[in-house]
């Protein structure tokens, strides 16, 4: 019995070992880092992943650089170099290991890295991740790592002043901030990201550091290096394949390969395996599949699918969630010019979104949370898609992993913006390597919807003047050098990686474009529409320039009171102060947002309401145009709009400010994305105001529109009933309503104002709201605004009464979270509740003290 006994202990334990998941051991080493300026005798601590920046924050060397003017005192940081360094632990065992190898997956950007004094690597891009073998030169016991960042601004001078022409740079490269030489604009000469040089919305900090993990990976016989998942959807079944990289160390007959759908063996194969890299492709399929759709179609199913690779008791494996769907751009001649839109299992589907920039110019302060705020928020508005604009980063894992969860399409750019770039060998050759690692990274996210070459770039050399400057002021060899390294980079080398890599996915050139290499228009490709804002034009042409589809449109506003007192004083508190100007980063910032607020708004009376009412006037604008793309679905099927986040404290385009508050413009947006909205046409050429309605509902559906015309205080004065049968996936105008009838109720419009609602039994499914004068020029009583406050253990509740019309109610303080519902418009004699989590707030007494709650009245100067 004993015997019997000790050999079933043997049989546990030995199948235990034999089954277990993975060879393959991997560590970090995130800690014992130190790091110093090069020239430098003192050591300090360093985070790893880290910035020097932030390095030297936690040191207490720099003072917090996005506090009023600090940013200009951090100049001289990008000037050095800096030397990190670690000592980390090796046992006699993992050495033992046949293969063992480093991976730097982000370092930013020019490294030189030594591995016990010996010189195992050098860097020079930010977005490539970089192996290397260290078995030969690690040792038992300790080893030390050293890194090398060299300046990226030296660099980038010596490869400027290494050709014989001038690569044109948009503004955004701040280098009159940056105190560079010269004030040379040295940014496209690195692959790092762009922002960190500085943006219309972003400081000039120019970061080096080690900024996404290092880890030492050790095994012995092979290890997957890669799987793709690749799929075609059939009404029945999905038909898949599994690409998979394997690396062995020598050679190994009948190796199996086994793929797992939700922990059932759904195939298994015998492979030989050879020295090297050995590539396989496994077909596998799903019956009767469930489908992934985007937030607000259906559910967002994922499959977990594992590639298992095992020989005896030796075995590796990769687990991808993968959704099953079709996404296709769809580019058709049609009676306007070519269609831009995509179709998400067949159906055509109006992207709903924004345009995404870094949560931090310091990257690896973005934490889970974060992401989590931010794609939340976008889902919670409805959203459909986040495009990741090209002057950024290839995000985190996390980031698309979200996205595959919440339903989010991403437009993936590469990185390149508003700038021409180098073309010689090594650098189309280190974008080459770049494009293949994040392709490869990225491909498997179901997400993932569009690879795009860059961003702005084809416009700038075609339309903003840059190609006859450099042809003008340097000769046309410039510019035909400039250009073929435009061709040679985004119609050669990136298309080229992405049909190897992820042919089953669209590659478009340039955003915005019409084709390849043909500048943007309002009837073919997508387009950037910057008349609004950069060219002064009304909101109202957001209702006639309407392309195939909208990646980028915007306005800015400033943050909330709470967020800009994080960064400033109260002398600050003037628009036009250093502070609020050096937090302003757009060179006609501050002004075009006064100018446009007087066209629709009275004078604020103070400094906070001035704030407040520069969120309702961004809201307002980007509102209209929202509600325009949709309501001439027709012809766009597209609304991305400049942009969800901030980088930094500022003033900005963004509908959430650095600090996760949202401002009136993501509330707005919320409601302009709902899955059915009513909007009204009121061009001032027409003598109608029509009502439309748009939907993303893929059923018809029927209910009555009711429109009525009221005063203030909420007097009806004439009402229009119209029982109608709306189209599934469309736009159409149901009711037309004369100028001229209005006319007989208020010949100004200054007193009265639309009401529409859309009802299906008996139940609201939308409404909306159109005053037919600016906001200046309505004769707003007093709302008579009252409120009561309760709790339950989590969430205050404010319960709000009006007696009048209420615009713009908003409920403010120093709270860390946001409300549920913002900066709306409360109907005569009406009620609403919101509630607000209660966060850094403890006690409802404080919250009471805390809460304040105001409309546009509040704003205007009664004395005046």
Same mark, same amino acid.
């Given at each position: ?304 699918? !594992? ?188 298309? !080229? ?368």
């Amino acid at each position: 019995m004993k015997s019997f006994n000790n050999f079933l202990l043997f049989f546990i334990v030995f199948s235990i070992i034999g089954c277990k998941k993975s060879i393959v051991n991997e560590m970090e080493i995130n800690s014992n880092w130190t790091f110093k300026k090069e020239k430098d005798t003192v050591w300090r601590t360093a985070e790893v992943p880290g910035t020097v920046h932030t390095d030297l924050l936690s040191n207490n060397v720099i003072e917090n650089p996005f506090y009023r003017l600090n940013e200009h005192d951090v100049q001289w940081v990008d000037k050095s170099n800096w030397i990190y360094q670690s000592t980390f632990s090796i046992t006699k065992d993992l050495l033992t290991k046949e293969q063992i190898e480093m991976e730097f997956e982000g370092i930013d950007t020019y490294g030189k890295i030594y591995l016990n004094s010996k010189e195992i690597l050098t860097t020079d891009n930010m977005f490539r991740r970089y192996k290397v073998d260290v078995k030969s030169i690690l040792k038992e016991g300790d080893n030390t790592l050293k890194v090398v960042l060299e300046s990226p601004i030296t660099k980038g001078i010596e490869k400027y002043d290494a050709i014989d022409y001038q690569i044109e740079v948009s503004d955004n490269d701040l280098a009159e901030i940056g105190k560079v030489e010269g004030k040379k604009k040295v940014s496209v000469f690195s692959r790092k990201a762009g922002y960190h040089f500085g943006w219309d919305w972003g400081p000039r900090l120019v970061t080096s550091g080690i900024w996404r993990p290092v880890v030492l990976r050790s095994w012995d016989n092979f290890k997957i290096d890669d799987v793709f998942i690749r799929q075609q959807i059939a009404k029945d079944s999905a038909s898949l394949s599994a690409s998979v990289e394997i690396n062995s160390h020598k050679e190994i007959e009948k190796s199996i390969i086994e793929i797992s759908v939700n922990d059932s063996i759904v195939t298994s194969k015998e492979f030989n395996l050879k020295p090297g890299q050995n590539k396989f492709t496994i077909p596998f399929s799903i019956r009767n599949p469930k489908l992934w759709w985007p937030n607000g179609m259906g559910e967002q199913y994922l499959y977990n699918i !594992e590639v298992k690779a095992r020989h005896k008791n030796h075995s590796d494996s990769k687990v991808n969630r993968v959704g099953l769907r079709t996404i296709e751009l769809k580019r058709e001649k049609d009676s306007i010019g070519s269609s831009f839109y995509f179709t998400v299992n067949g159906i055509p589907t109006f992207m709903k979104g924004a345009n995404y920039i870094p949560q931090d110019i310091f990257l690896p302060r973005v934490k889970s949370s974060n992401y989590q705020h931010i794609l939340n928020s976008a889902k919670d508005a409805n959203m459909n898609m986040i495009r990741v604009w090209g002057g950024g980063v290839y995000e985190n894992k996390e980031f698309y992993d979200l996205c595959d969860e919440m339903g989010l399409l991403v437009w993936q750019d590469f990185m390149f913006a508003c700038a021409m770039y180098p073309g010689d060998a090594a650098y189309l050759e280190s974008v080459r390597q770049e494009a293949i690692d994040n392709v490869k990274r990225l491909r498997n996210h179901t997400s993932i919807a569009l690879w795009c070459g860059n961003n702005e770039v084809l416009s700038a050399w075609e339309r903003w003047g840059w190609k006859q400057k450099v042809t003008k002021e340097q000769s046309e060899k410039a510019a035909n050098t400039t250009w073929k390294s435009y061709t040679d980079i985004f119609h050669k080398v990136l298309p !080229e990686v992405v049909e190897q890599y992820d042919s089953d996915r669209k590659y478009w050139a340039s955003s915005p474009s019409s084709e390849l290499g043909v500048p943007e228009s309002h009837t073919d490709g997508d387009a950037h529409y910057w008349g609004v804002w950069w060219g002064k034009e009304p909101f109202s042409n957001y209702n006639v320039k309407i392309p195939r589809f909208m990646s980028e449109f915007g306005f800015q506003s400033f943050p909330e009171l709470a967020t800009v007192n994080k960064y400033t004083i109260p002398e600050d508190h003037d628009i036009f102060s250093e502070v609020m100007k050096s937090h302003q980063r757009s060179s006609i910032g501050n002004g075009t947002i006064k100018e446009y607020m007087l066209r629709h708004y009275k004078q604020p009376k103070d400094f906070e309401s001035f704030l407040y009412v520069s969120h309702l006037l961004q809201a307002y604008g980007i509102t209209t145009g929202i509600e325009a793309h949709r309501k001439n679905r027709y012809r766009c099927m597209g609304s991305l709009y400049w942009q969800i986040n901030d980088c930094w404290p500022v003033a900005s385009w963004s509908s959430i400010d650095y600090y996760g508050k949202w401002k009136a413009l993501h509330y707005g947006v919320k409601k302009a994305f709902e899955k059915t909205i009513i909007s009204f046409d009121d061009k001032e050429s027409s003598d109608s105001v029509a009502i439309y309605i748009a939907t993303d509902t893929l059923k018809n559906f029927s209910g009555q529109l009711k429109v009525k015309l009221l005063n203030f205080d909420g007097t009806e004065l004439n009402t229009w009933n119209k029982d109608i049968q709306v189209t599934a996936n469309s736009s159409a105008s149901y009711l037309l309503i004369s100028k001229e009838d209005l006319k007989k109720y208020s010949n100004g419009f200054e007193d009265v104002f639309l009401s529409a609602s859309f009802s299906t039994n008996n139940e609201t499914n939308c409404s909306n709201e159109h005053f037919l004068n600016p906001f200046k020029e309505l004769e707003l009583p007093n709302p008579e605004l009252s409120y009561d406050i309760s709790e339950n253990e989590t969430e205050y509740i404010v319960s709000l009464q009006t007696k009048n019309l209420a615009i713009g109610v908003f409920a403010s303080g120093n709270f860390d979270e946001n409300f549920s519902d913002n900066y709306f418009n409360m109907l005569p004699n009406s009620e609403k509740t919101i509630r607000v989590k209660k966060g850094n707030i403890s006690s409802i007494e404080a919250f009471k003290k805390e809460l304040k709650v105001v409309s546009l009245v509040d704003s205007y100067n009664t004395e005046l």
